[in-house]
């Protein structure tokens, strides 16, 4: 009788035993719910934009300056962009007509932005060249490659509507001369740079 309580007992423990397994939590229970939660990133990276704008014609020698517009498509990337656009600017001094002009059409730049993507706003800077035009009263046109460098700061990254401020300085680089059969580009006699404060809205 002893050996078959004893026998009884031996099994129920032994039982025990084998379903006393630890119970695996699901590793997200322990987690802090700083971890739990994803990042938020902007809603749309890329987008269209215009943007107003006012040149200095004359970057180095006098302050005058000119209205202009531009057009645009910033491609967003990690931490950066690719922005292709078509600018214009122009001034009527009396009754001449384009007395000063500035256009590139294209320009594609490069902007690097300083804070991560999920931040609502952010410093950006870049730099970047285009085919363009210049005309300043009583000196030659010129018409070639025109190197830029930018420098803004873009808001509402979060936002289905963006919005930036921008600083370009643009210099021209190389005449483009198609009409001359001995020399196509020059880099002689090249006009001064010109400074760009601009207003963009984009979605």
Not at 107 to 121: E, M
Not at 130 to 142: C, D, E, H, Q, R
């Amino acid at each position: 009788m002893k050996t078959t309580i004893a026998t009884v007992i031996l099994s129920i423990a032994a039982a025990a035993g084998f379903c006393d397994e630890t119970v695996i939590s699901p590793v997200s229970a322990h987690l802090p719910t700083e971890l739990k939660l994803s990042k938020t990133t902007v809603s749309k990276q890329s987008f269209g934009y215009i943007r107003l704008g006012v040149s200095d014609k004359d970057a180095v020698n006098t302050f005058e300056t000119i209205p202009g517009l531009g057009l645009g498509y910033r491609y967003g990337m990690k931490d950066s962009a690719i922005d292709v656009s078509a600018n214009y600017t122009s001034q009527i001094v009396g009754s001449s007509v384009n007395d000063t002009y500035f256009y590139t059409l294209p320009k594609a730049t490069y902007l690097r932005y300083i804070s991560d993507d999920f931040q609502r706003a952010s410093i950006y800077y870049g730099a970047g060249a285009g085919v363009g035009g210049l005309k300043k009263i009583a000196t030659p046109s010129f018409t070639g490659l025109i190197a830029n460098a930018t420098v803004g700061y873009e808001m509402n990254r979060d936002q289905e509507f963006h919005s930036f401020v921008q600083l370009d300085v643009s210099q021209p680089a190389a005449y483009i001369n198609s009409s001359s059969t001995k020399t196509f580009i020059s880099w002689k006699n090249l006009p001064g740079p010109l400074a760009e404060v601009s207003v963009g809205l984009g979605y």
